[in-house]
């Protein structure tokens, strides 16, 4: 946490690139288990690298997984899972949330501008993230597009027992400016501290820590 500001590095493949995150201050790192994300971390992968990562709580990211791919990720020692999906697939809520539990659980569903949370969801989870929405069936995340910073204000205000992570196009030049748009406590960077899809730049990373730091303070 820095000035009173959590924050997740998202999209990690390297452990060095993990590291120069805790490095930084990072609250959370992420790990992208979707095959169709360009920072897709193989399971394997995952698993080889694990050893030489630091102790900092760690985020399964994944697309709809059905409950064995669930279950591999729960037994890898993850700290919570972040599950994006569409709209039309929110009935498998309940299953994620059973498995993993609801403190563990970060639901970051594919809204359209302007769209609501179902109310019905907060009771399968204790963290909601908020990104970018794309038309494109197979996009979730990491497009460097801004979401939508007003809808994310309303529902944080709305529901404030929840965990709110702004997602979207976060980078160390916008990040004040989107604290104090929203009132978000934890930001969620990606693709603006990459030289290329998932591989992080270490000077990037860095801004981070001073874009957070020079930042107003008293969101909440």
């Given at each position: 946490m820095i000035n009173g500001i959590q924050f997740k590095v998202c999209g990690l493949t390297r452990a060095r690139d993990a590291q120069a995150a805790a490095a930084a201050g990072?609250?959370?790192?992420?790990f992208i288990f979707?095959?169709?994300?360009?920072r897709c971390i193989r399971f394997e992968?995952?698993?080889?690298?694990?050893?030489?990562?630091?102790?900092?709580?760690?985020?399964?990211?994944t697309v709809a997984?059905?409950?064995y791919t669930l279950s591999q990720l729960e037994g890898a020692g993850f700290d919570y899972f972040q599950i994006h999906f569409p709209l039309g697939l929110a009935e498998e809520i309940p299953a994620w949330s059973k498995l993993v539990g609801k403190e563990r659980l970060w639901l970051a569903p594919k809204m359209p501008p302007q769209g609501e949370l179902d109310p019905r969801w907060m009771e399968f989870a204790d963290g909601f993230l908020w990104d970018a929405f794309k038309k494109d069936a197979s996009t979730f995340g990491g497009t460097g597009s801004l979401s939508d910073w007003e809808s994310f204000r309303q529902m944080r205000e709305r529901y404030p027992e929840k965990?709110?992570?702004?997602?979207?196009?976060?980078s160390p030049e916008n990040a004040a400016e989107a604290l104090a748009q929203t009132g978000a406590t934890c930001l969620d960077f990606n693709s603006s501290l990459e030289i290329e899809p998932g591989v992080k730049d270490l000077e990037r990373i860095s801004q981070v820590r001073v874009s957070l730091s020079e930042a107003p303070s008293g969101n909440s």
């Open positions: 990072a609250d959370y790192l992420g979707y095959p169709k994300s360009p992968r995952y698993r080889d690298i694990q050893p030489r990562l630091p102790d900092v709580p760690k985020v399964a990211v997984p059905d409950l965990r709110w992570i702004l997602a979207g196009g976060i």
